[in-house]
């Protein structure tokens, strides 16, 4: 069966954001131009979705203005001869395959997910958690789709974590089986470094059957007293195979002012408008006459395209 819809959850408070997310939703600040919200509506579109709905809550209105019509700003731009911003802010505009549904009480992820359970109905679909954000060759949506038409179960985008952040990510305890393909054997949310049973981190791009709504359903409140997608998928397993595919491409987590700190640099060092002045910017700090004064190590240097 094809993928034809997607869920995007915004409904969660942002705390680590504060004060910056008192008033605006975290979804809306900005990765360069775009809100943090708009990389995974595009990533949706570019893999084939037909259909995205957005998960809001109470102070999110601006995420539904972003992507409606703005008739008077585009007559302003079209007065002042503005045709590329136009161009740009009409087809954010234009989206028919937009909806929106609210969660009413933000009692964690598993719950926001049972709230599009009318929307998505019997099928499979596809979920996409703004706050990571995935530069890839094939859209990381796009790759767990293909797994999943290889295997017809719920597979969860998974990277490898160092140690220190184990504890921030959903565990799985994995059997590999080709390539990029593991086998889901168990799942524990955020564990404790020595009890986690890998350091493979389930991150946030999903492909879910809909079985897993009644899953949800039976879900207890779990870590940090909210329902815990992860808790609900170790429920279902049991009853159907989940599995973990450890995309390609480099993921941003920007949930955290210094995660959107280092999307940022990363994302303007590819700009052509950006990368000359920054990279000469970056250059004036020093960082490559004396890397370790200010502790950036070699993967950092890769992330932020220096070398
Ligand atoms: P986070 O764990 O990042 O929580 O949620 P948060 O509220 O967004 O941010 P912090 O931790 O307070 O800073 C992961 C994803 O789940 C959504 C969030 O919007 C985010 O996309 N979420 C979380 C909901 O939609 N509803 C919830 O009740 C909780």
């Given at each position: 069966?094809?993928?034809?819809?997607?869920?995007?959850?915004?409904?969660?408070?942002?705390?680590?954001?504060?004060?910056?997310?008192?008033?605006?939703?975290?979804?809306?600040?900005?990765?360069?131009?775009?809100?943090?919200?708009?990389?995974?509506?595009?990533?949706?579109?570019?893999?084939?979705?037909?259909?995205i709905v957005i998960i809001t809550a109470m102070g999110k209105h601006s995420v539904e203005d972003h992507f409606d019509r703005s008739f008077e700003l585009e007559h302003v731009l079209q007065e002042k001869g503005m045709s590329d911003a136009?161009?740009?802010?009409?087809?954010?505009?234009?989206?028919?395959?937009?909806?929106?549904?609210?969660?009413?009480?933000?009692?964690?992820?598993?719950?926001?997910?049972?709230?599009?359970?009318?929307?998505?109905?019997?099928?499979?679909?596809?979920?996409?958690?703004?706050?990571?954000?995935?530069?890839?060759?094939?859209?990381?949506?796009?790759?767990?789709?293909?797994?999943?038409?290889?295997?017809?179960?719920?597979?969860?985008?998974?990277?490898?974590?160092?140690?220190?952040?184990?504890?921030?990510?959903?565990?799985?305890?994995?059997?590999?089986?080709?390539?990029?393909?593991?086998?889901?054997?168990?799942?524990?949310?955020?564990?404790?470094?020595?009890?986690?049973?890998?350091?493979?981190?389930?991150?946030?791009?999903?492909?879910?059957?809909?079985?897993?709504?009644?899953?949800?359903?039976?879900?207890?409140?779990?870590?940090?007293?909210?329902?815990?997608?992860?808790?609900?998928?170790?429920?279902?397993?049991?009853?159907?195979?989940?599995?973990?595919?450890?995309?390609?491409?480099?993921?941003?987590?920007v949930g955290t002012p210094l995660g959107l700190l280092k999307a940022s640099l990363a994302f303007a060092l590819e700009d052509p408008k950006m990368a000359g002045e920054l990279r000469e910017y970056l250059t004036g700090l020093n960082l490559?006459?004396?890397?370790?004064?200010?502790?950036?190590?070699?993967?950092?240097?890769?992330?932020?395209?220096?070398?």
């Amino acid at each position: 069966m094809k993928i034809r819809k997607a869920v995007i959850t915004a409904a969660g408070w942002g705390t680590r954001f504060l004060p910056a997310t008192k008033a605006q939703p975290k979804e809306m600040l900005p990765l360069l131009n775009k809100p943090i919200i708009q990389y995974a509506v595009e990533e949706a579109i570019a893999s084939d979705i037909e259909q995205i709905v957005i998960i809001t809550a109470m102070g999110k209105h601006s995420v539904e203005d972003h992507f409606d019509r703005s008739f008077e700003l585009e007559h302003v731009l079209q007065e002042k001869g503005m045709s590329d911003a136009l161009e740009e802010v009409s087809s954010i505009g234009n989206s028919s395959k937009i909806c929106y549904v609210r969660q009413r009480e933000q009692l964690g992820l598993g719950h926001a997910v049972l709230t599009v359970q009318d929307f998505v109905g019997n099928e499979p679909f596809a979920l996409l958690l703004p706050d990571d954000v995935v530069r890839s060759e094939v859209p990381v949506t796009r790759q767990l789709i293909k797994a999943f038409e290889q295997r017809r179960s719920s597979i969860l985008a998974i990277e490898e974590v160092p140690e220190e952040r184990v504890s921030s990510y959903g565990i799985i305890k994995p059997r590999q089986l080709n390539g990029r393909l593991y086998q889901v054997l168990g799942m524990v949310e955020k564990p404790d470094a020595c009890r986690a049973p890998s350091r493979l981190g389930i991150v946030g791009r999903y492909v879910l059957t809909p079985e897993i709504f009644p899953a949800l359903e039976q879900t207890l409140p779990g870590k940090g007293g909210e329902i815990q997608l992860t808790d609900g998928l170790s429920n279902l397993l049991p009853d159907q195979q989940i599995f973990g595919y450890k995309f390609e491409g480099i993921r941003y987590d920007v949930g955290t002012p210094l995660g959107l700190l280092k999307a940022s640099l990363a994302f303007a060092l590819e700009d052509p408008k950006m990368a000359g002045e920054l990279r000469e910017y970056l250059t004036g700090l020093n960082l490559y006459a004396h890397p370790t004064s200010v502790s950036l190590d070699a993967k950092d240097l890769a992330r932020l395209s220096v070398s």
